[in-house]
C-alpha cells in the first residue's frame, strides 16, 4: 500500500494565538535583510484580534537599549498603524489602536539615556517624525471626533492618553498642542452616555492642560476659561462626582465608618445577641488588623484620583465651572456631586500623612475649595440655607467630631472636613501648606461669616478646640518646625482666625453660649498662648494679633484671681466670671483680620507641578490595565 502524501504533524504542547506569532516575528532579535515585512504581514497583524497581554509582555522583556536597537522594527509598526488609522475602515483601525495603545504603554515608560530624542528615534526617526505624527495626531483627532462608534472613539482617547503620560516630560507633546484636540474631546464628552465614558477625556484634558502651562500659553488652558457649554460641564461635574464616590468605596471596603443609628438589631449585636436580630443579614466586611488595613489605606487613593487634576484646572479657570459644581443637583438616586466631592476630600485628609501621593490629591482638593470659598457669590450660597446636602464625612480615625445627619449646610461640613484635616495630620515634618490649606478656607468662611453677619448653627466649639490643640502641638515641637518653609505664614493665619473669632464672634456664632465657649477656652488656654507667643517671638512681629488672645487671656485671669481665697472655681462658676468680664473688656484687634489673599497659581507652581508628575503615573497605570 502506498503511503499517503498527507501526514499528521505531532500536535503541539501549547497553543499559541496567530497573532503572538507574528509579535515574536516583528520583535526578534535580527532585522529582516529587505528591511520591512511584507504587505500581507501588516494586512494580518491589523484584521488579528489583538492579544494586549502577550504583546505587552514581549515587549516589557526588552530594556531601553534593546528597544533602540529594535528602532527598524518599532517604526514600521507604528508607520503602519498610521496607515490604518488614516483609512480609518473595517476592523483594522480599532485593531490598530489597541495595538498602540499596548505599544505606547509598554515602550514609552521605560527609563532611556536621552528621552526626547531616544522615543523620536523608537517611533519615527528625525526626519520623519513631523510628517508621521502630524497625520497621526490629525487622524486621532478626526476619529474622536467622528469615529463610527463610541468604542472606536474610546480607544483613540485611550491612545492619546497612553502617548500624553508616557511621553509627558519629552518635546513630543508639542504636537498634541500643535493641534487643538479641545474641540474633538468636548464633543466626545458630550455625547457619552455614561460617567465612565466620561473618566478618561476628563483626564486627558488635565494632562494637556497642564503640559508646560508655567513655561507657555498652554492653549488647552485657554479653552478651559472660554468654555461656556452647560451641558457639557454637568456631564463632567456627574462624572467627577461618580468618580469620587467610588474612590471613596475604596476607602469604605477597608473600614467600615457609618455611624449605626439606634435599632433593635443594633443594640442586639452589641449584647452579643445579633443571631437572634430581625431583618435581613447585611453581608459583612472582613475586619483588618490595624497594620493590613494601615498599608492597604496607603495605597489609595486609586489611580482614578487623576481625575482631580482636570477639576482643579477647570475649576481655576472657569467660574461657570464653579457654579455648576456648587449647584448642580443630584439624580435620582445618587449623591449630589459636589456632597462626593467633599466626602472623598475628608477622606483623603483623615488619611493624607501615609503617602506623599494622598497628601497631593488633598492639597488639590483643597485648592479647589478654597477657589470656589473665594467666590463671594458662591460663598453666599455655601454658607445659606440654599446648599443643604448630606455629606458622608470619614469617621475612620480618632477623634471625631460629633455625628450629624441628614441634611446640613455646605458650609459646616467643609468646616468639618478642615477640622478633620488639622486633627489628623499632626507631624513633627508638619506639612505646612496642606495647614495654611484648612486654615485658610476656615478663615475665608469665618471671615465672610462675620461681614454677612451670618449665624451659623454648628459645633463651635470643635472648631476652637482644634485650633487652640494646634497651638499647644506648635509650641511643643517649636525645634523641628521653626525652620520649616513658610512657617510663619501659618502663625499668622492661626492666630489671626483666633482673633477675628473673639472680635468678630458675636456677628457669626448662633448664641452666647456659643461666644462664652470661646472665651473660656482662650482663658483655659492662657499659658499655653504666652509659651507659644514667647517660643516664636510673636509680639515683635505686626503681622499677628497675638496680643488680642493674650489681652483676653490676662484680663479674665485677674478677675478670676482676685475672686478671694476660693481658688478652684467650676466650671460653671468660670462662665460667670467670662460673662461678667465683657462689661470691662476691650478687645483691642489688628485691622484687616477678615482679610486674606486671593490665589495665585503662580504660588503653588511647585506643587501642580509635582502634581501633573503623579497624575501622569497614575494614567500610565490606568492604559497599562486596559
Not at 497594620?291 to 475649576?315: H, I
Not at 500623612?353 to 497631593?360: E, G, H
Not at 478670676?560 to 481658688?567: A, E, N, T
Not at 502634581?611 to 501622569?616: K, S
Request: glycine content about 4%.
Amino acid at each position: 500500500m502506498e503511503a499517503s502524501p498527507l501526514t499528521q504533524q505531532a500536535r503541539p504542547e501549547t497553543f499559541q494565538p496567530k497573532i503572538v506569532q507574528l509579535y515574536e516575528a516583528l520583535f526578534k532579535d535580527d532585522i529582516d535583510p529587505e528591511g520591512d515585512k511584507p504587505e500581507g504581514f501588516w494586512r494580518e497583524l491589523f484584521l488579528l484580534k489583538p492579544e494586549r497581554s502577550s504583546l505587552q509582555e514581549i515587549l516589557a522583556k526588552l530594556g531601553p537599549d534593546d528597544v533602540l536597537n529594535l528602532q527598524t522594527q518599532t517604526q514600521q509598526l507604528f508607520f503602519r498603524a498610521v496607515e490604518c488609522l488614516k483609512k480609518n475602515s473595517g476592523v483594522a483601525h480599532l485593531h490598530a489602536l489597541e495595538t498602540l495603545t499596548t505599544f505606547f504603554s509598554a515602550i514609552l515608560c521605560k527609563k532611556y539615556t536621552n528621552p526626547s530624542s531616544d522615543i523620536i528615534a523608537v517611533l519615527a526617526g528625525l526626519d520623519q517624525v513631523d510628517s508621521v505624527f502630524t497625520d497621526f495626531v490629525g487622524a486621532l483627532d478626526g476619529i474622536i471626533r467622528n469615529g463610527k462608534s463610541m468604542d472606536v472613539r474610546e480607544r483613540a482617547v485611550e491612545v492619546v492618553l497612553s502617548i500624553t503620560s508616557g511621553a509627558y516630560q519629552t518635546s513630543l507633546l508639542t504636537y498634541f498642542i500643535q493641534r487643538d484636540l479641545f474641540p474633538a474631546i468636548m464633543k466626545f464628552i458630550q455625547e457619552c452616555d455614561s460617567p465612565t465614558r466620561v473618566l478618561e477625556p476628563f483626564t486627558l484634558l488635565g494632562l494637556l492642560a497642564n503640559y508646560n502651562k508655567f513655561e507657555f500659553q498652554n492653549p488647552y488652558q485657554l479653552r478651559l476659561n472660554d468654555f461656556v457649554n452647560e451641558a457639557a460641564i454637568q456631564k463632567i461635574i456627574r462624572c467627577v462626582g461618580y468618580t469620587c464616590r467610588n474612590l471613596r468605596g475604596q476607602y469604605i471596603d477597608i473600614i467600615q465608618d457609618l455611624p449605626e443609628g439606634w435599632s433593635i438589631s443594633t443594640t442586639l449585636n452589641m449584647i452579643g445577641l445579633g443571631a437572634i436580630a430581625p431583618g435581613s443579614k447585611a453581608s459583612q466586611k472582613p475586619t483588618y488588623d490595624p497594620e493590613v488595613a494601615k498599608q492597604m489605606f496607603a495605597e489609595l487613593p486609586g489611580e482614578d484620583a487623576a481625575v482631580l487634576l482636570g477639576t482643579y484646572d477647570f475649576s481655576h479657570a472657569n467660574k461657570l465651572f464653579c457654579f455648576n459644581l456648587v449647584t448642580l443637583p443630584a439624580e435620582k438616586g445618587e449623591e449630589q456631586p459636589i456632597s462626593s466631592f467633599l466626602s472623598l476630600t475628608s477622606y483623603l485628609l483623615q488619611h493624607a500623612f501615609l503617602s506623599a501621593r494622598a497628601t497631593n490629591y488633598a492639597h488639590l482638593s483643597l485648592m479647589v475649595f478654597r477657589l470656589l470659598i473665594e467666590d463671594q457669590l458662591l460663598c453666599k450660597r455655601i454658607c445659606s440655607d440654599e446648599s443643604k446636602v448630606a455629606v458622608r464625612l470619614c469617621r475612620q480615625r480618632q477623634p471625631f467630631l460629633p455625628v450629624t445627619r441628614g441634611d446640613r449646610i455646605l458650609a459646616t461640613s467643609v468646616l468639618d472636613t478642615m477640622i478633620d484635616g488639622i486633627n489628623h495630620n499632626l507631624r513633627r515634618r508638619l506639612d505646612i501648606s496642606l495647614y495654611t490649606l484648612c486654615v485658610g478656607i476656615m478663615l475665608r468662611i469665618i471671615s465672610y461669616l462675620s461681614r454677612s453677619r451670618t449665624r451659623l448653627q454648628y459645633h463651635w466649639s470643635e472648631l476652637f478646640r482644634s485650633l487652640l490643640a494646634l497651638i499647644r502641638f506648635l509650641t511643643t515641637y517649636a525645634s523641628d518646625l521653626k525652620t520649616l518653609a513658610h512657617f510663619d505664614s501659618l502663625l499668622d493665619l492661626v492666630v489671626n482666625l483666633l482673633a477675628l473669632s473673639l472680635s468678630a464672634g458675636e456677628a457669626f456664632l448662633p448664641t452666647p453660649a456659643a461666644y462664652d465657649d470661646l472665651f473660656y477656652k482662650v482663658v483655659e488656654s492662657g499659658e499655653i498662648l504666652a509659651k507659644f507667643r514667647d517660643t516664636y517671638n510673636l509680639a515683635s512681629r505686626p503681622s499677628n494679633s497675638i496680643g488680642t488672645l493674650i489681652s483676653v487671656s490676662a484680663h479674665y485671669k485677674t478677675m478670676l484671681d482676685s475672686g478671694g481665697s476660693k481658688r478652684n472655681l467650676t466650671s460653671t462658676e468660670v462662665a460667670e466670671v467670662i460673662k461678667q468680664g465683657y462689661e470691662t473688656l476691650s478687645i483691642q484687634a489688628k485691622e484687616g483680620l477678615d482679610g486674606w489673599e486671593r490665589y495665585r497659581e503662580a504660588d503653588e507652581r511647585t506643587l501642580l507641578k509635582k502634581m501633573a508628575r503623579a497624575t501622569v503615573s497614575d494614567v500610565q497605570v490606568i492604559v497599562q490595565s486596559r
